[in-house]
C-alpha cells in the first residue's frame, strides 16, 4: 500500500506519517446531493469523485461523468460536507493526564483506546479528524496525534503523530500563579539541561580539538529521552499546546508565546482578555463550552458571553471543538450557538473544517472538498446547523467507514423494546433459527427524517 | 384573582406613563406559532393592559394609537412553559430536617431575584412549576410562578400546583445506617434502600387514609397538616407528582398510586419507554426530564435508567401525553434546546413546541391564562430571530403580562 498522506507538516518536525488503512474503493461518486465544498460556493445537484482515496473531480452533476465502474452513492436531496476537523481534545483514551505533572515524553498513542465510545459518536456526527491530546490537568504532558476515528488500533486510526507537546496553565495544586510559577521552572529545568549538555559537548570537542581527547573519538551521548521532547519544544521544533482556562492567564500565555512556539487552546472566560488576543494576532482554538455568564461586578447584572464572537469582533481566527457528551458534542449545536450570537454561517463553518486543518497543518490534506485533497466526505439529511439533521454516511479516503441505517447504538436508542420475554429468548419466544436484524425491516432509525421532522 | 389584577395593573403602569391612550402593542409581519393551532403567516398580535387583545393573520383590524412594532422575518410564540425548573435557592428547595414533609410550600423558599429565573426569562422561559427538592421521600407543595415579578407574591400563578413524591436512590443518598456508635449526625437515619423509600410513601398514605376514615362526615381538619395535604391528594383535589427515573421506579410509582388509589403524574421518567402501555392504561402524564441528556454513546443515567431517542415518539404513538422539562440535568439550562433534541428524536416540531407551551400549561391548569396565544390570556409571548427549533435563533424580546423582560444586550 502507498502512504496516503506524503506530506510535510508545519505542525513539528518530528511528525511521523502514517498511511490510511481505509484505501477502500477505486473509485467512489458521490452523486446528487449539494455539496457544501467549504471555502468556495455550494454546488446543487453536484458530484464528488473519490479516486484512491482522494477527491478526483467536483463540480456539477451535468459536467462530470461518473466513470461505469464506480460505486455511487446517491446523495439525492442529501447536503454533502467535508467531515469536521476536531483541533483539540482529550476524550477517546483510558485516563488523560498521568498523575506526575512533568511528562513531556508521553504520548497518547499509548492511550487511545479505539473501541471507545467517543470514536463512535465522532463518526456519528460526522467527525473525519480529531487531534487528541493529553488533558488539562498538567505541566508538561506528552504528545498529541491526529486520529481518524475510525479502526481496530492506534496504527490504524493514526493520520499525524507527535503533533506537540501539552501545556497548560489550569491551576491544579496551590492556584494560578503555583501554577505559572512551576509550569516556568519546568521550562528553566530543560533550558539547564540543555545548556548543560551543550556545554559539555563544547568542552568535549575543545579537548579533542586540544588534543587531550584522542582523535578517532566522537561525542556519542544524546539528550535524556525523557528531556528529549521538551528539548524540541525550546528550540521551537516541537509545537506546544497551550491550555489557557481564562483571561486571567493570557497575560502568561502572552509571555510564554515569545519563547515557544505555541498554539493557544482557549477556555471561556477570556472577554477581559481580549485585546491580548487581538495584539497576538494568532488563531486559537475553543474549548467546547462556548457561552458563558458574567455578572457585573458593580450593577450585579449579569450577562451572556460567547467566547467565539468575542474573538470574531477582534478579528481573530477560531477553531471550535466538541465536548465529549451532552449537547456540546453535537456539532449542529455548536455551529449554531456560533450563528445565533451573531457569527456568520460560513465562519463557523470554517471554525469546524478549514481552521482546524490549517491549525494542525493538514490544510492540503483535509478541511475542505477540492481536488486533490482527501475523500473526506459526510452526507447528512439537511442543513448541518439544524437538530433534526443526521449525518447518513460518512466517507474516509473514499471508503465508507459509517451509515446510519447501520449504526447498532442508534438502532438500540431508537427501537422499542417493550417485548423483553422476546429479546431473551424466554419459551414464548418463536423458535427462529436466526432472529430478524431490525434493520431489514427499518432501514433507518425513527427519528430524525428530513429537516423538517415527520409531521404526525 | 387580586393577584392577577395587580399583575394588570403593574403591566398598565408602565407604558400608560408615556402615554395614557397607546395602550395596544401590535406585533406584525412575524409568523406566529400560537401554540396548540395552526402557524399564521405575517401574523399580527395585538396585546394591552398585559393581556392578548387580538391575534389574526395580516388582515387583521388594528386599534387606532396603538405602537406598531415590526417584526418581519421574525418568529412568535407563547412564552415557554418549564413544567419542573430547577429553580435557584440551591439547598433551600431541600429540606432535610425530615423525610416525609407534605405540608411544605416551596413558595415560602422562592427568591424572585435569584438568577435562574433571570436565565430562564431570557430563554423565553415565562412561566415555570417549581417543586420542593429531592432530597425527601414527600417534599411538599409546588407552585406555578412567572420568571419575572417583583416579590414572590406576584409572581405565583398557581400555589399548590403539586405534591411532590421522589423515588428512586435519591432521597435515601447519604443516609447511613446505625451499627453501633454514637448517633451524631441527622444523616444516621432513614430510609437507607429503596424498599425504605417506599415505606416512607406508604406510610404517610396509610396515615392520611386513617385520618380520612376517622373524619369521615365530621367537620374539622385532621391534626397533622402533612396528613391533610395528603388526604386531598387521595381526594383527588391535589396533584401528585412523582418523581421517578428507571424501570423499576417508574413501575413502583404507578403501583402504589393505585394501591392508594390516586392519581400521579411521572417527573423525569427516564424510562417511560419501557412502561408505555402500562402509562397509557394508568392514563397517567408525563414530564419527560432533558431529552438532551440522552448521551448517545451511552452512559448511564442517574439511578440506572436507560434513556432512549425512542421514547417521545413512543409517548406519543400511545397517546400519553406527555411536556419536555429541563428536569434535575443541571446541563440542561436551556428548555427551547430540550424541545430541540425531542424534535431531532423524531417528535414533529409542532408537537415538540407544544410539549413546552400549550401541553404544560393543561397539565398545571394554567392554560386558561397562559400556554398559547388566545385573546384574554397574559401576554406572555417570545419573538424569536428565526423558528425557535432553529439552533441559531436568539430570543429577541420576551414578553410577561406584556412587559419586556429582557435586559438589552
Given at each position: 500500500m502507498n502512504s496516503m498522506l506524503p506530506r510535510s507538516f508545519s505542525v513539528c518536525a518530528a511528525v511521523a506519517l502514517l498511511l490510511g488503512p481505509a484505501t477502500g474503493q477505486d473509485l467512489l461518486a458521490i452523486k446528487g446531493g449539494r455539496i457544501v465544498p467549504i471555502g468556495s460556493p455550494p454546488i446543487d445537484d453536484g458530484v464528488v469523485l473519490i479516486e484512491n482515496g482522494r477527491i478526483k473531480k467536483l463540480g456539477k452533476a451535468a459536467d462530470i461523468e461518473v466513470p461505469w465502474a464506480a460505486k455511487v452513492l446517491d446523495a439525492t436531496g442529501k447536503t454533502v460536507l467535508p467531515t469536521w476537523v476536531v483541533a483539540h481534545s482529550q476524550s477517546g483514551q483510558r485516563g488523560f493526564n498521568e498523575n506526575m505533572q512533568n511528562v513531556p515524553w508521553l504520548t497518547v498513542g499509548d492511550a487511545i483506546d479505539p473501541a471507545s465510545t467517543f470514536f463512535e459518536d465522532c463518526l456519528r456526527n460526522g467527525v473525519g479528524t480529531v487531534h487528541v491530546m493529553p488533558g488539562n490537568q498538567t505541566l508538561l504532558a506528552g504528545f498529541g496525534m491526529v486520529v481518524r476515528p475510525f479502526g481496530r488500533t492506534v496504527e490504524d486510526m493514526a493520520v499525524a503523530s507527535n503533533t506537540g507537546i501539552k501545556m497548560s496553565l489550569a491551576a491544579a495544586q496551590g492556584g494560578r500563579l503555583q501554577q505559572i510559577r512551576r509550569l516556568r521552572r519546568a521550562i528553566a529545568d530543560v533550558r539547564e539541561h540543555l545548556a548543560d549538555f551543550e556545554r559539555r559537548k563544547a568542552e568535549f570537542e575543545k579537548e579533542k580539538a586540544a588534543g587531550a581527547i584522542a582523535a578517532d573519538k566522537t561525542w556519542t551521548e544524546e539528550i535524556d529521552r525523557t528531556k528529549k521532547g521538551a528539548v524540541d519544544l525550546i528550540q521551537k521544533k516541537v509545537k506546544g499546546w497551550l491550555y489557557v482556562p481564562s483571561f486571567a492567564e493570557v497575560d502568561e500565555a502572552l509571555r510564554l508565546t515569545q519563547e515557544l512556539d505555541l498554539q493557544l487552546v482557549l477556555g471561556n472566560n477570556i472577554d477581559e482578555a481580549i485585546g491580548m488576543l487581538k495584539r497576538l494576532g494568532k488563531p486559537v482554538v475553543l474549548d467546547e463550552n462556548l457561552e458563558y455568564f458574567e455578572t457585573d461586578e458593580e450593577t450585579q447584572v449579569e450577562k451572556k458571553l460567547c467566547s467565539a464572537k468575542l474573538l470574531h469582533d477582534a478579528g481573530v481566527p477560531f477553531a471550535l471543538t466538541l465536548g465529549g457528551g451532552g449537547p456540546t458534542s453535537y456539532p449542529w449545536w455548536q455551529l449554531g450557538t456560533c450563528v445565533r450570537n451573531g457569527i456568520p454561517r460560513d465562519t463557523a463553518l470554517a471554525a469546524l473544517t478549514t481552521v482546524p486543518a490549517k491549525l494542525l497543518g493538514l490544510d492540503d490534506q483535509l478541511g475542505s472538498l477540492a481536488e486533490g485533497k482527501l475523500g473526506n466526505v459526510q452526507i447528512l439529511t439537511g442543513d448541518p446547523l439544524q437538530a433534526t439533521t443526521w449525518v447518513e454516511t460518512v466517507v474516509l479516503e473514499g471508503a465508507v467507514v459509517y451509515e446510519r441505517s447501520k449504526d447498532p447504538r442508534l438502532q438500540y436508542l431508537f427501537t422499542d423494546e417493550k417485548d423483553k420475554a422476546k429479546k431473551a429468548g424466554g419459551p414464548d419466544t418463536p423458535s427462529e433459527p436466526k432472529p430478524e436484524p431490525p434493520k431489514a425491516e427499518t432501514p433507518k432509525p425513527a427519528g430524525g427524517g428530513g429537516s423538517s421532522g415527520e409531521g404526525r | 384573582m387580586s393577584r392577577s389584577l395587580l399583575l394588570c395593573l403593574a403591566a398598565l403602569a408602565l407604558p400608560s406613563l408615556t402615554c395614557a391612550q397607546a395602550q395596544a402593542t401590535v406585533f406584525r409581519g412575524a409568523r406566529i406559532l400560537p401554540g396548540g393551532g395552526t402557524p399564521i403567516e405575517n401574523g399580527v398580535l395585538v396585546v394591552g393592559g398585559g393581556k392578548i387583545l387580538a391575534i389574526g393573520g395580516a388582515d387583521l383590524a388594528v386599534p387606532d394609537g396603538a405602537t406598531i412594532v415590526d417584526c418581519a422575518g421574525k418568529t412568535i410564540t407563547p412564552g415557554l412553559i418549564d413544567a419542573a425548573f430547577r429553580a435557584g435557592g440551591g439547598q433551600d428547595l431541600a429540606e432535610n430536617g425530615e423525610e416525609v414533609t407534605p405540608h411544605l410550600r416551596v413558595q415560602d423558599s422562592l427568591d424572585p431575584s435569584d438568577r435562574s429565573f433571570e436565565r430562564a426569562r431570557a430563554a423565553g422561559v415565562t412561566t415555570v412549576h417549581v417543586m420542593p427538592g429531592?432530597?425527601?421521600?414527600?417534599?411538599g407543595l409546588g407552585c406555578v410562578v412567572k420568571t419575572f415579578a417583583n416579590d414572590p407574591q406576584a409572581m405565583i400563578v398557581k400555589e399548590d400546583a403539586s405534591l411532590r413524591i421522589v423515588l428512586g436512590s435519591e432521597p435515601s443518598q447519604g443516609n447511613r445506617a446505625i451499627r453501633g456508635g454514637q448517633v451524631d449526625s441527622i444523616y444516621y437515619r432513614r430510609p437507607t434502600t429503596r424498599m425504605g423509600v417506599v415505606w416512607e410513601v406508604r406510610r404517610a398514605f396509610y396515615d392520611a387514609k386513617e385520618a380520612l376514615q376517622q373524619t369521615q362526615g365530621v367537620p374539622g381538619t385532621p391534626p397533622n397538616p402533612g396528613v391533610e395535604v395528603l388526604t386531598r391528594v387521595l381526594k383527588g383535589q391535589l396533584t401528585a407528582v412523582t418523581t421517578a427515573r428507571s424501570e423499576q421506579d417508574l413501575r413502583t410509582a404507578l403501583r402504589i398510586a393505585q394501591e392508594f388509589g390516586y392519581k400521579t403524574i411521572l417527573e423525569?421518567?427516564?424510562?417511560a419507554h419501557l412502561v408505555v402501555a402500562e402509562l397509557a392504561a394508568a392514563k397517567t402524564t408525563v414530564m419527560l426530564g432533558a431529552p438532551s441528556a440522552t448521551s448517545i454513546s451511552g452512559s448511564a443515567a442517574s439511578d440506572g435508567a436507560d434513556p432512549r431517542s425512542v421514547t417521545v415518539r413512543l409517548l406519543a404513538d400511545a397517546g400519553v401525553p406527555f411536556v419536555v422539562t429541563t428536569g434535575s440535568n443541571l446541563q440542561a439550562l436551556d428548555l427551547v434546546r430540550e424541545a430541540m433534541f425531542a424534535a431531532r428524536n423524531g417528535l414533529s416540531p409542532m408537537r415538540a413546541l407544544d410539549a413546552v407551551t400549550i401541553e404544560p400549561a393543561k397539565l398545571l391548569g394554567i392554560d386558561q391564562r397562559t400556554g398559547s396565544l388566545a385573546p384574554g390570556k397574559d401576554a406572555d409571548f417570545v419573538v424569536w430571530s428565526a423558528d425557535p427549533l432553529d439552533p441559531a435563533a436568539a430570543a429577541v424580546s420576551v414578553h410577561i403580562d406584556g412587559i419586556s423582560v429582557l435586559a438589552p444586550r
Open positions: - | 429531592t432530597r425527601s421521600v414527600i417534599s423525569e421518567a427516564q424510562d
